[in-house]
């Protein structure tokens, strides 16, 4: 499975975003996910199985697929808790 971290330069906050989200897998224990970053110009359907961002661009990214919408992504527990749904819808967790 791949996590597609996106904002929209693809520079400091998608970078942020992706650590967090691999910081987050590492602890919880979940191996084989691919975690990346992208801005959101460059992300197509096919980049990912699902795509994480903030809610300011999440309005942009309806047709990338499953689109994972946080508030805030220095927010780590709002990050944690939407990550852990997703992983448990997997069936990952």
């Known amino acids: 499975m791949k996590i597609l971290a996106v904002c929209g330069s693809g520079l400091g906050s998608s970078f942020m975003l992706e650590m967090n989200i ?3 897998l590492n602890e919880l224990g ?3 996910v691919e ?8 992300a197509t359907p096919d ?5 994480i961002a903030a809610k300011d661009i999440a309005e942009g990214m309806g047709h990338l697929g499953e689109v994972v919408v946080i508030d805030s992504i220095i927010d780590m527990d709002g990050l944690r808790s939407k990550l852990e749904e997703v992983l448990k819808q997997k069936g990952l967790l």
């Open 47 to 51: 980049a990912a199985d699902i795509f």
């Open 30 to 32: 979940v191996k084989g």
């Open 35 to 42: 975690v990346e970053h992208s801005d959101l110009s460059s």
């Open 22 to 24: 691999q910081q987050i």
